[in-house]
Structures are given as structure tokens and as C-alpha cells.
């Protein structure tokens, strides 16, 4: 293998260094003198600097012109959602609205924009597929909750309604590994450290998530535990999820609910599983407290917000 000595290293180092400024100078001259490409696309025509020079630049059809585009669509930095801090409005205010009048862009939705499909303010992600179909994609500031829905101008009408995508903010994981829906739920447990994570923060003897905030529980003695903050169990869909037997799935306790409408507390209380051989089922037993490394899920209905979200300022 062949060495350079260090004057040979010197010298390619300063032929380097020369036709780096060698380059320089032409980009240069390139920049002074201008480049007439609207012509004869020769070098060191001042034509497009001059006419560049006296553009009103704020004016974008003026700009395209003076650029020699005015065939193209040149997008306005921040006109579409692109490139600012704060999104445009949404044109239309109702969000049922046909939208295929909407440029392709992301705007800002607020409460004064009707059948928005959260209770919140959000953005609205405006996708042209072409001039008859596009799909909003909103998304609720608060809680980052995202629902999709497509509208087809060849039918006149939404293809259908909001469809909510599903994330931690609106479905749960129970006790046993199972995907739920969410809403307002609470993990009642004897242990509230085994029930933490998944957006849910510790409230006394148990843990709420997001929707539940408010809700705390104590347990007051063996098998019992007095949940407050809530108006009970939820009114439609399911209540209450008990923890299972690995392999088996069969519950590993068993619980009795009652609410107290004069205090709001609704008390749980768990019990053990026995057999009754008159009736060959399963029946509570001896109170026992929810195990350990285990919870149990309820799902509660939570009182309206004392003040309701209104337009947000930018």
C-alpha cells in the first residue's frame, strides 16, 4: 500500500479547497446574474431577478406570474393547516354538512360548528379522494378521541355515521386481559398498585381512569368497599367485571352491589364462592376481600361537567 507524504496531503487538501471556491464563485455568479428561464434560459440574464424584484409578493397570483407559474397551484403557507400554529376555521357550521367543497386540509373545529361527534372542541382532517368523496378524520382536543366518516357526493349523503377508532381513552383492559369498552371505569382492588396504568391514576383503594376522575373508594372492612363521586353503575351497557380463575374462567369471587341515592355512595362487597346443595349453584359466601394482584371493574354513570367546554380562542 502506497503512503502519501505529508506534503502530498497538504497539497491535494488545498486542490481541494480551491475547487470548492472554484464552485462557490460560479454558484454566485449564477445567484448575481440571474437565470431568464421564462425565455432563453441562458446564464446572466438580470430579467427574472428584475421582474422578481418589483413583485408584489403578497399577492400570490402576482408571485406566480412574476415565477412564471402561473399554470400551477402554488399553496399559501398556513391556508390549508400547513406549516402554522393555529389551524383555520372550518368553513361550514354544521359538521353534517356536505364537505366536498373543502379543500384538502386540517382545520380547527369549536363549539359553535354543530353535530360535532364528541362533546368537545377538536381538528378536522379534510381528505379529498376526489370531487365526490371525502373522509373526515376528527380528532377531540381534550381527550385525543379520533372518529372517521366518508361522504359520497354520487349518493348525496354520509356513508355512514361517526365511526369512533378505539384507543385507551375509550376501552379498558378487565382483570382477565379482555378488551372492554371503556367510558367512566373504575378498578376497585385491595391492592390499587396492581390496577395502575393504561391512563388510570391511583383514587384510594382502587385506581379511575380519565372519564372517572373524581371517583375514589375506601375500604371500610372485610369484603366491603364504599365507592364515591359517581352516579352509580352505568345505566345501559355492562357494570361490573369480577376477576377469573387462569385456565378455567371461573370467577374468583362474587359481589353484591346497592347505592345509597342520599349520600351517592355506592357500596360493592365481595364475597367467596360456595356451593349450596340444595340449589346445586354457586352462592356468596364468607366475606373476602378482592385478591391480591387482582381487581374488580366497574363501570360507572358520572354526573354531567359543571362547565360545559366552550368556543376555544385561539
Known sequence: M??????????????????????????????????DVG?????????????????????????R????????????????????????????????????????????VT?????????????????QFDPNNTILVYREVQTG?????SFSGNLGTWRSGWIASWGQSNTTVDSNGFI?????IFRLANLPSTSQGQGFSAAGAGMANVEAQGVTAEHVGTGVYEVSGSLGLAAEGWQ??????????????????????????????????QFDASTASIVPGDPADIPDGRWLDLRLEMPEPEDPEGPVEP
Open 2 to 35: 502506497a503512503y502519501e507524504t505529508v506534503d502530498q496531503a497538504n497539497q491535494h487538501t488545498i486542490e481541494t479547497l480551491e475547487e470548492l471556491e472554484r464552485r462557490a464563485r460560479v454558484l454566485v455568479n449564477l445567484l448575481i446574474g440571474g437565470i
Open 145 to 149: 378521541d379520533e372518529y372517521i366518516r
Open 65 to 108: 406570474e412574476s415565477m412564471n407559474f402561473s399554470g400551477a397551484s402554488l399553496v399559501e403557507m398556513r391556508k390549508y393547516g400547513v406549516g402554522g400554529t393555529v389551524q383555520p376555521d372550518y368553513p361550514l357550521s354544521d359538521l353534517d354538512s356536505n364537505p366536498n367543497s373543502i379543500y384538502s386540509g386540517v382545520y380547527r
Open 240 to 273: 361490573i367485571e369480577l376477576p377469573q380463575e387462569p385456565g378455567t374462567g371461573q370467577h374468583m369471587i362474587m359481589a353484591q352491589t346497592s347505592w345509597d341515592a342520599d349520600t351517592n355512595v355506592l357500596t360493592v362487597r365481595t364475597f367467596n364462592r
Open 180 to 184: 372492554k369498552e371503556a367510558s367512566p
Open 39 to 63: 425565455q432563453t434560459g441562458a446564464l446572466g440574464d438580470l430579467a427574472l431577478l428584475s421582474t422578481l424584484s418589483s413583485a408584489d409578493v403578497g399577492n400570490p397570483a402576482v408571485l
Open 111 to 127: 363549539a359553535l360548528v354543530a353535530n360535532r361527534p364528541g362533546s368537545g372542541s377538536g381538528t378536522v382532517t379534510v381528505l
